[in-house]
């Protein structure tokens, strides 16, 4: 029953809307958060998007994914990333931050409870926050799942996606020294956070490359090339880095998925909406979710990668966003 097929017709994203309001939030000494609201600003449903990477920041059309007159849609830059300052900082930057950045964007815009929607770091973000504040979530919507495990990050950034793409994983390893290979996470993070700003700009872009590369079923090239906006890719790659060498700043590997078992005793209902070829977050991390969140549904996209702008994915995103609209 998890594997959907491709009979029915698919549905394609709502049409481009423009936020109604944005602003900053400060949530630190140092850092302070965007944030945009479009759809309905009187809907009784409000949804949270929670964007990947970490370090990737929103992008409008994340928007569409939601019925405009039945949502009011808050979308936010985490710290470091998008329009949020100081641009790329690591500074207090860990995934507690943002699950307590979420919660004063929450009180800051008066919103009770919201449908929260996540994929990719955005599934490992949302389901981290849900569990710590299962009161304020009504429902989730999640895509290709992440948990941050050591097994995954390994499978991705050291040996395993490279069985797959080989061409790809070769022009990931360049910038590193054949005798720092053994740990290609570890000499990442000393180039992003080192001071030869050429060596930084560089990996920034190797690292981005990799993984825009890997996400699709079929590469798409015009989308690999966003990873050349150097900007982009430092933020993109130096949060990441950051993120991944520390293991995510979880209290124990694993823990999102273990801790699932909060949202099955709160009967938060959710839909993992997973691509079956999704070489970046494998759907072995899917699975497990709905072992320890067995009320969730489980849809497994037969024709799709990691991507949210794939037609399969696409199609069941919509679905879960609105079978939520009116909960």
């Known amino acids: 029953s998890f594997i959907m097929d491709s009979a029915h017709e698919r549905r394609t994203l709502y049409p481009k809307i423009e936020a109604y309001d944005s602003g900053m939030l400060p949530v630190s000494d140092i850092h302070s958060i965007f944030y945009e609201q479009s759809g309905n600003k009187d809907a009784k449903q409000t949804a949270l998007v929670i964007h990947g990477g970490p370090g990737g920041g929103i992008s409008p059309f994340y928007r569409q994914f939601f019925d405009p007159e039945a949502y009011r849609v808050v979308l936010f830059d985490q710290r470091g990333a998008g329009k949020s300052t100081p641009h790329s900082n690591l500074v ?16 800051h815009l008066g ?15 949302s389901l981290a926050y849900s569990e710590a504040h299962p009161e304020r979530v009504k429902a989730l919507v999640l895509r290709g799942i992440f948990a941050l495990r050591r097994k995954e990050l390994l499978w991705f950034y050291q040996e395993g996606a490279d069985f ?21 996470m570890s000499a990442y993070h000393r180039r992003l956070t080192g001071d030869d700003a050429e060596e930084r700009k560089k990996c920034g872009i190797a690292w981005s490359t990799w993984e ?4 699709r ?13 150097e900007q982009w890719a430092d933020a993109f790659a130096r949060i990441e880095c950051h993120y991944f060498v520390n293991a995510g700043f979880f209290k124990y590997d694993g823990q999102v998925l273990a801790e699932a078992s909060i949202l099955e005793k709160h009967n938060i209902p959710g839909i993992i909406v997973q691509g079956r070829y999704d070489v970046v977050c494998p759907a072995k991390t899917a699975w497990d979710l709905k072992k320890t969140w067995p009320s969730a549904e489980l849809k497994i996209i037969p024709d799709a990668g990691h991507s949210c702008k ?5 199609d069941w995103l919509v679905r879960g966003t609105d079978m939520y609209k009116d909960l």
């Open 164 to 184: 797959l793409f080989p061409d790809a994983f070769e022009k990931y390893l360049e910038p590193i020294p054949v005798a720092e290979r053994g740990d290609i």
């Open 92 to 107: 207090d930057n860990t995934t507690w931050h943002s699950v307590s950045d979420i919660e004063k964007l929450r009180e």
């Open 310 to 314: 794939e037609d399969g994915i696409i």
């Open 111 to 125: 919103i009770d409870k919201w449908v929260v929607f996540g994929g990719s770091w955005g599934s490992t973000l």
């Open 212 to 215: 825009k590369t890997t996400s």
């Open 217 to 229: 079923l079929f590469v798409d090239q015009e989308y690999v090339n966003d990873a050349s906006d």
